[in-house]
């Protein structure tokens, strides 16, 4: 029997890891999950009933009883939320309590997908080690916060780029230190770095990696 095709991707924030998971997922008919969606959705709920996303012990209460309407709020790509989510990340609890839903949505995509993408930081090291797949996809700080200074622009959130920069280096540090789930690339991973690649391109490579990998896996063909 053929097992599900699970494509695990991670990088730090503003890689273009989203668009390419999403991307991916569309062009192979695959279902989607933007597990970083799950933790900025913790923390907005946290925020909204006036909680701090550093109590541990209110944080797993959040992760345990979510509102899953608040993943479409729009506040949740806010910068504030972004901040708050990676501190909600650190917590081990609430890790293990989004863990669950993670690892079902993989080897049991919705739709009877025949494959499951799933973005976040920790998909190809804790959630998937054994996806078929594993790509890193990383760009370097400053082209990742021209990205994000773009994107906040664009929704009409006034910062300088020089602060876009600073703080995309705290989460990052923050996402790459703590003790649990740290973001890192995976042994196995393909490593994607689209600094001086429009998204495209980065598309392009992306989907050869995953062709490579299927075809050495010896999965049946996309
Ligand atoms: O990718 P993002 O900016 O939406 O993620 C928000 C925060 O959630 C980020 O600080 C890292 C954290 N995160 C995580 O720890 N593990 C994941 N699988 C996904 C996101």
């Not at 709020?73 to 839903?101: I, N, P, Y």
């Not at 923050?174 to 973001?183: C, H, Y």
Request: with cysteine.
């Amino acid at each position: 029997m053929n097992r599900t095709v699970i494509i695990a991707i991670d990088g730090p924030g503003a890689s273009g890891k989203g668009t390419l998971a999403r991307r991916l997922a569309a062009h192979l008919g695959y279902a989607y999950l933007d597990t970083g969606a799950m933790y900025r959705a913790v923390a907005l709920q946290m925020l909204q009933a006036g909680a701090d996303p550093a109590d541990a012990q209110a944080a797993l209460v959040a992760a345990q009883n979510l509102d899953t309407r608040l993943i479409d709020d729009r506040q949740l790509r806010t910068d504030r939320v972004g901040e708050a989510a990676s501190r909600v990340a650190a917590h081990e609890d609430v890790r293990q309590a989004l863990m669950v839903f993670q690892r079902s949505f993989a080897t049991n995509p919705p739709g009877k997908s025949p494959g499951a993408v799933l973005d976040g930081r920790d998909i190809g090291t804790v959630i998937c080690p054994d996806a078929q797949v594993k790509l890193f996809v990383t760009a370097s700080p400053e082209a990742r916060a021209h990205r994000r200074y773009t994107e906040l622009g664009a929704r009409g959130e006034a910062a300088s780029e020089a602060k876009v920069l600073a703080e995309l280096q705290v989460r990052d540090a923050r996402d790459q230190t703590r003790s649990v789930a740290p973001l890192r690339a995976a042994p196995d991973a393909v490593i994607l770095d689209t600094t001086d690649m429009a998204i495209d391109a980065a598309f392009a490579a992306a989907l050869s990696a995953v062709a490579g990998k299927i075809a050495s896996n010896g999965e049946p063909d996309l």
